[in-house]
């Protein structure tokens, strides 16, 4: 199975900073991830892509957060990275790390993890 850790949510400031985490494991299948990313879900608010990144390096920002967002990852980890500068109020919301990836002989878009808190105060 696949299991996605997230970390790094809290409580900051306006104009602070949050960095996310999450890793990627699986078991019982090989295991090749296609392209990471982070979503985001405000109270009363659909869910919104904010950041993604391929295994190749290419990355992909919500017009939101750029500017202020990085996405990065390390593959030899499986793990995808949100650095998150000059944070806003309205970036408060749930942040859930989703992965496309090969597993098995079968490429699924549809793993999330548990979902994170980031809370921003005026």
């Not at 900051?12 to 494991?25: D, F």
């Not at 296609?34 to 869910?47: F, L």
């Not at 967002?69 to 593959?75: G, L, Q, V």
Request: a positive charge.
């Amino acid at each position: 199975q696949v299991q996605l850790v997230e970390s790094g949510g809290g409580l900051v400031q306006s104009g602070g900073s949050l960095r996310l985490s999450c890793a990627a494991s699986a078991s019982g299948n090989i295991f090749n991830i296609i392209v990471m990313g982070w979503y985001r879900q405000a109270p009363g608010k659909q869910r919104e892509s904010v950041a993604s990144i391929t295994s190749g390096g290419s990355t992909n920002y919500a017009d939101s957060v750029k500017g202020r967002f990085t996405i990065s990852r390390d593959n030899a980890k499986n793990t995808v990275f949100l650095q998150m500068n000059s944070l806003k109020p309205e970036d408060t919301a749930v942040y859930y790390c989703n992965v496309g990836a090969v597993y098995g002989l079968q490429f699924r878009n549809d793993y999330w993890g548990q979902g994170t808190q980031v809370t921003v105060s005026s």
